[in-house]
């Protein structure tokens, strides 16, 4: 059982780039959702998912994309990143009232 | 949205008790009282979480004040490896939301003294 998974751990990108943070998990949940977390801050809700094929905003979704087409994974995509998307990215999965944290990927838009 | 206080840093002695204390007046009947905590470079984890009644699990013990308005999360034994920040959140379903969402303030960063 591996739990949460998220790759890549770090990734460095250049303003307008497009990327794929990719999140997974084998734990059969149904509630999947994205954070971001800043230097010295707590975590912020960018996206979030209550099953396959149903996704809705969080507190900051502006910029990011998410889809889910399987219970299973749930990726988050930058079209154009910007040098404010630097940040560590969480991704979690909830059953109940227990919500598990993968590692997290740390992103650098140079 | 139902909001905690918390405050931003916390010392302990190994091997001593530890207090956590959260502040949240405005809590509604039906929110829950979530703890996670995040040790360094790593994602949040769970702790432990309560309505009404006090709390325990193999981790930690969950105090709620009779009127729901502050709880206090006890770590009977701190140890170097409990040095992380503790999140005190309470459940918030947002109008409209398919779902409740855990909103994470800045937590107590808790340090651990040998």
């Known amino acids: 059982n591996a739990g949460v998974t998220q790759t890549p751990k770090f990734q460095v990108l250049k303003t307008g780039q497009s990327m794929t943070l990719q999140c997974a998990q084998d734990?059969?949940?149904?509630?999947m959702s994205w954070y971001r977390q800043d230097p010295g801050m707590g975590l912020r809700l960018i996206h979030y998912?209550?099953?396959?094929?149903?996704?809705d905003q969080g507190e900051v979704p502006n910029g990011y994309n998410v889809s889910r087409s399987t219970t299973e994974d749930f990726p988050l995509r930058l079209l154009s990143a910007a040098p404010s998307q630097t940040s560590v990215y969480f991704c979690?999965?909830?059953?109940?009232?227990?919500?598990?944290f993968g590692p997290g990927t740390r992103l650098l838009v140079l | 949205d139902a909001k905690t206080t918390q405050p931003n840093s916390m010392e302990s002695n190994e091997e001593e008790p530890v207090h956590l204390p959260c502040n949240h007046s405005?809590?509604?009947?039906?929110?829950?009282i979530h703890w996670y905590r995040q040790l360094p470079s790593q994602g949040p984890e769970y702790v432990i979480h309560?309505?009404?009644s006090n709390v325990n699990n193999r981790m930690a013990s969950l105090a709620i004040a009779e009127d729901r308005k502050s709880s206090t999360l006890i770590l009977h034994r701190a140890t170097l490896r409990d040095a992380a920040v503790y999140y005190c959140?309470?459940?918030?379903?947002?109008?409209?939301?398919?779902?409740?969402?855990?909103?994470f303030g800045k937590g107590t960063k808790l340090s651990v003294i040998p």
């Open positions: 979690a999965s909830r059953k109940t009232e227990t919500q598990y």
């Open positions: 734990m059969n949940h149904e509630y």
């Open positions: 998912s209550v099953g396959a094929g149903i996704t």
């Open positions: 405005t809590i509604s009947g039906t929110d829950y």
């Open positions: 309560g309505l009404t």
């Open positions: 959140i309470l459940r918030d379903v947002p109008p409209g939301a398919g779902s409740y969402q855990l909103t």
